[in-house]
């Protein structure tokens, strides 16, 4: 089971030994790392600049298509419910297999280490849009200059920040755990696998380099970048824009046109409202797919004490007026 970042503010004082790093570069990034960090920004957004004029001159099969929207998928849940909803916030108990599975899609999505992403957005949610928020998009102020200078920040700028967020103090609970901090310092590892599935699968359907070729391009580069910059958005954009219909001592906004690429994610204003709630979408209409997932997880008894929105509870985090809630 995970804590809540309530919950660990305490766990630093009562630490006496010194944890074992859950990444290669323990809490600082190296150059190296932070040229690696470049090329997996740059080659994969390139890849889908190019894929329009790719699409439309040559299209891409359905073999391309399919492991580019299975891979994707698989990845993004990886991240809403495993990084996010399990490690971050505790919003349900998930049996040991499970654990581990939520674990290895997270890190397929190629969003860093566990233990750094979740130690990242425990101390968000401490300083959310206040100063020591690793990534908010007024960072530099209200004026339309600053918040665009803050939007490109929070939605990419903030990872090359050489300030990062101490591992020991934000995620104690998942370094102490031998077999997540292995998948976390093993970040390489499941990077080079969600890479290489897609164009093995490719040129093993196709019997052809060819066809490993345009499943490394659609269902790996591709892939890569979308779900890099869907999930950059909840930072940056859900931060700035979109309606908030419960009380929160932030900016969060729930942005609609979102919600199906992000699995359910950009329903953020209720997320701030109330972190350990296993469902974002909790008003009619608002598709939430990892909160569905979770469900049937916890009908298969995969997981258990999931933490479900209660009507009492929403109510108390309502805004009084409709005018505050446009």
């Known amino acids: 089971m995970t804590a809540s970042p309530d919950v660990l503010e305490d766990a630093p004082k009562a630490q006496e030994a010194p944890l074992p790093s859950a990444t290669l570069g323990g809490d600082s990034k190296r150059s190296v790392e932070q040229i690696t960090l470049l090329l997996f920004i740059t080659v994969p957004f390139l890849a889908l600049v190019a894929a329009v004029p790719l699409a439309w001159g040559w299209g891409v ?3 391309d298509l399919g492991l580019m929207v299975a891979m994707y998928f698989i990845g993004c849940h990886g991240i809403t419910i495993g990084f996010h909803r399990y ?52 960072r530099f102020g209200e004026t339309l200059p600053a918040l665009m200078k803050g939007l490109w920040w929070a939605h990419v700028g903030w990872m090359f920040d050489g300030e990062q967020t101490p591992q020991h103090k934000y995620a104690p609970d998942l370094i102490k755990d031998p077999a997540i901090r292995a998948i976390s310092r093993q970040f390489v590892l499941w990077t080079a696998v969600s890479l290489l599935v897609p164009p093995l699968v490719g040129g ?3 019997w052809s380099w060819q066809g490993a070729a345009t499943a490394f391009f659609w269902g790996s580069l591709v892939r890569v970048a979308l779900l890099h910059h869907v999930t950059w958005s ?25 919600a199906i690429l992000s699995c359910g994610e950009s329903w953020h204003n ?22 569905r997932l979770i ?14 929105p209660k009507a009492d509870r929403l109510d108390s985090r309502r805004k009084e007026s409709a005018a505050e809630a446009a």
């Open 61 to 63: 099969s359905w073999l």
């Open 87 to 138: 490690f971050t916030h505790g919003s349900f108990k998930a049996k040991r297999p499970l654990r581990i599975a939520l674990a290895i899609m997270g890190s397929m999505a190629v969003e860093g280490p566990l233990v750094r992403w979740v130690a990242d957005h425990r101390r968000h949610h401490r300083f959310s849009d206040a100063e020591g928020d690793p990534h908010s998009p007024w």
């Open 204 to 206: 093993l359907a196709t």
């Open 234 to 258: 909840i930072n940056s954009i859900c931060h700035a824009v979109g309606k908030r219909p419960f009380k929160s001592r932030d900016r969060s906004g729930n942005v609609w046109w979102l």
């Open 270 to 291: 209720l997320h701030h409202a109330d972190p350990t709630s296993a469902r974002h979408g909790v008003l009619k209409g608002q598709l939430d797919s990892s909160a």
């Open 295 to 308: 469900r049937w997880f916890e009908q298969a008894g995969w997981a258990s004490d999931v933490r479900w």
